[in-house]
């Protein structure tokens, strides 16, 4: 059912947006501007993305099917598909609410209410679907249904729902997030981009690690991991808390003490190799929690990622990360410590890119963030694995994190248990019970 799985990440992205106007809805009836530019990036997100793909895409093929085979679903969808064709009606109308807002025509209570209106019936659309139409769908449609189905979402090719839209998607919530408060979003004046994607390329084993084993005193934190990436794969790397994803990718950084095993990178065994010598081979990480250097100016944190990086190629490259987080080149003098805690994940990655990696190691890059910037962050990810740079991937967010992987290993207790591609661990029910509240 690989539809239901887009239809939900996209109500996860609605969800997500939606939360954000209700808090920038508070922070207005506090006081706080109408930031015009914000808000027409979200309603342009809506309108394009919403009511022009998600919900056609719905009607044309799930609610058509799922018409014909339950009697009892008639009602529910006349109801959703009303919303359907209202909704692009009653967003220009909030959008010329907002602008008026925005030139003092309206007050702040007043656009904070119709804010939290227009949120209020599309939050209730996403549990009417999730929690009704969904369900039944997975109970009355037929296998025939699901293939037409199925083809139809996973159209690479078809110009509404294939690759290029949705890049054209991710581009628009990217400016979505950089327009954003700080304290949903990035805060920036300008969107920025994420740059133009050629097309990814795979070959050779990577990295191969057989056997590793890593102790803390007496505790053995891995267990004889074994895995493997490709070359312009991604990988994930799925568990709960305590299993030992931080400390493998530390492991491998070279920074944790490896007990037993080994690791091959690009053909070479570096097993025994310092860590700063590892990086120099190009495996530069983000580490958990950020780990930026507080003091320090974005601009010197960036520098520093790039310490190993010809001197003339790093003016250029710390350019393409302004140009995809402009956030950091509008506070490039500021101290990192100043940064929200978006920001400073920005800063983390931009930070391991500018060591140009062959392996970029990702742990946890959505910890603790805004619901806003967590599908930023994957995006940027979906950016870097479409130029074909091989990544592994740490991650909690076991849906987020499989569903864009080409393969995927669940680590449980220093052990992995489970490994498949991304799609055929989200379908696993072991792990759709453990991991993903299914």
């Known amino acids: 059912m690989d539809a239901l799985n887009i239809i939900s990440q996209d109500h996860s992205n609605m969800w997500r947006l939606a939360i954000t106007i209700d808090h920038v809805a508070t922070d207005i009836e506090q006081g706080a501007p109408v ?28 609610f058509r099917l799922l018409r014909l085979r339950s009697a009892e679903a008639a009602d529910i969808l006349d109801q959703l598909q009303l919303e359907h064709r209202e909704g692009p009606d009653n967003l220009a109308a909030l ?57 139809a979402f996973l159209d690479n090719s078809d110009p509404v729902f294939g690759e290029k839209a949705q890049a054209e998607f991710r581009q628009l919530y990217h400016r979505v997030v950089s ?126 990622g790039a310490y190993t990086q010809p001197r003339d190629q790093v003016d250029g490259d710390m350019e393409k990360i302004f140009t995809m987080f402009p956030i ?43 619901p806003l910037l967590v599908e930023e962050v994957f995006n940027v990810i979906k950016m870097l694995k479409s130029k074909g740079m091989t990544i592994l991937l740490v991650e909690q967010n076991a849906f987020a994190a499989l569903a864009i992987a080409d393969r995927g290993y669940v680590l449980e207790t220093g052990t992995v248990t489970l490994t498949g591609t991304g799609q055929e661990l989200i379908s696993n029910e072991q792990v759709r019970a453990a991991y993903l509240g299914m």
């Open 95 to 151: 959008r010329a609410r907002v602008n008026a807002a925005a030139a003092g025509q309206v007050s702040g209570a007043q656009i904070a209410t119709d804010l939290r209106n227009y949120t209020a019936i599309l939050k209730n659309h996403i549990r009417t679907e999730e929690k009704t139409v969904l369900p039944l769908a997975r109970n009355s449609l037929i296998a025939s249904d699901w293939a037409e189905i199925n083809q």
């Open 35 to 62: 930031e015009s530019a914000f808000f027409n990036a979200a309603f342009d997100y809506i309108d394009q993305f919403v009511d022009r793909f998600h919900h056609p895409k719905e009607d044309d093929y799930l």
């Open 179 to 304: 327009l954003a408060p700080e304290s949903v979003g990035l805060g920036g004046h300008s969107e920025g981009t994420l740059q133009p994607l050629p097309e990814r390329t795979k070959n050779e084993v990577q990295l191969r690690v057989e056997g590793m084993e890593s102790c803390y005193g007496r505790i053995k934190a891995l267990k004889g991991i074994s895995l493997e990436v490709r070359r312009g794969e991604t990988v994930a790397l799925v568990g709960a808390n305590g299993a030992g994803k931080t400390t493998f990718l530390r492991t491998l950084s070279g920074v944790q003490p490896m007990s037993a095993g080994s690791i091959h990178f690009k053909g070479q065994d570096i097993s025994k190799m310092r860590s700063d010598k590892r990086m120099r081979l190009g495996i530069c990480q983000s580490p958990e929690g950020r780990q930026v250097f507080g003091p320090l100016s974005i601009e010197d944190n960036l520098r520093l």
């Open 328 to 370: 950091l080149k509008e506070k490039r003098a500021l101290p990192a410590g100043t940064l929200s805690g978006g920001q400073q994940q920005m800063l983390a990655i931009g930070r391991a890119l500018m060591g140009r990696p062959s392996l970029l190691l990702l742990d946890e890059p959505s910890m603790g963030l805004a």
